[in-house]
Structures are given as structure tokens and as C-alpha cells.
Nanobody
């Protein structure tokens, strides 16, 4: 019903940047409006945690550890959400999952982000 395709992960040195993209598609978009989109991450041995989200009205929320370094944005026409990650730190290493809330919660397959020291 909803498909999420993520891209943009990879290996980067500390202090570097990456941009994640997540494109959503599905027949539901012609019926229901998107509530919010965002990104979670999960590091080995840790729980999945919210990184950033953006509502349909453009309001954004970030976890404290990424404020000032990460920026979430969306292209409503393309049903796509982006996460610009700057000044990356080794502790940002995780699998990043995008999600969308549209009549329910849907998840992407995850993309690995590895930050070397």
C-alpha cells in the first residue's frame, strides 16, 4: 500500500556530511494526506530512536544530540523526505530508517550510515 525507498547512506569520516533521501509511493496518497515523515536510527545493541521528524505543516523536531547538525526537509510534490547530516560524529553510526504516518505508520528498509573517527 505504501512503499518507502531510502538512499544516501554510506561511510564518511568524522566531520563529514551525508544526505539521506526517502521517497514514498502508493495508491493511498490519492486518498489520505500525509501526517508526518521522519527518520529513526538504530545502533547495534541499542533501541531505535527518533532522529528528526517533519509534520504536514512543516513543523520539525530533532533529538538533542543532532540539533544544529542535522536538517530535515520534505518535498510534498514528490512525497520525499530528506535528512541533511553535517558534522557527523562516530556516535551517529547506525542504520537509519525513514517512516511515514499516513493512515498508519510505514517504514523504509533502512540505510547504513557509518562514521569513522
Amino acid at each position: 500500500q505504501v512503499q518507502l525507498v531510502e538512499s544516501g547512506g554510506g561511510l564518511v569520516q568524522a566531520g563529514g556530511s551525508l544526505r539521506l533521501s526517502c521517497a514514498a509511493s502508493g495508491s493511498i496518497f490519492s486518498i489520505v494526506s500525509i501526517n508526518s515523515m521522519g527518520w529513526y536510527r538504530q545502533a547495534p545493541g541499542k533501541q531505535r530512536e527518533l532522529v528528526a521528524r517533519i509534520t504536514s505543516g512543516g513543523n520539525t523536531n530533532y533529538r538533542d544530540s543532532v540539533k544544529g547538525r542535522f536538517t530535515i526537509s520534505r518535498d510534498n510534490a514528490k512525497n520525499t523526505v530528506y535528512l541533511q547530516m553535517n558534522s557527523l560524529k562516530p556516535e551517529d553510526t547506525a542504520v537509519y530508517y525513514c517512516y511515514i504516518t499516513i493512515g498508519g505508520n510505514y517504514w523504509g528498509q533502512g540505510t547504513q550510515v557509518t562514521v569513522s573517527s
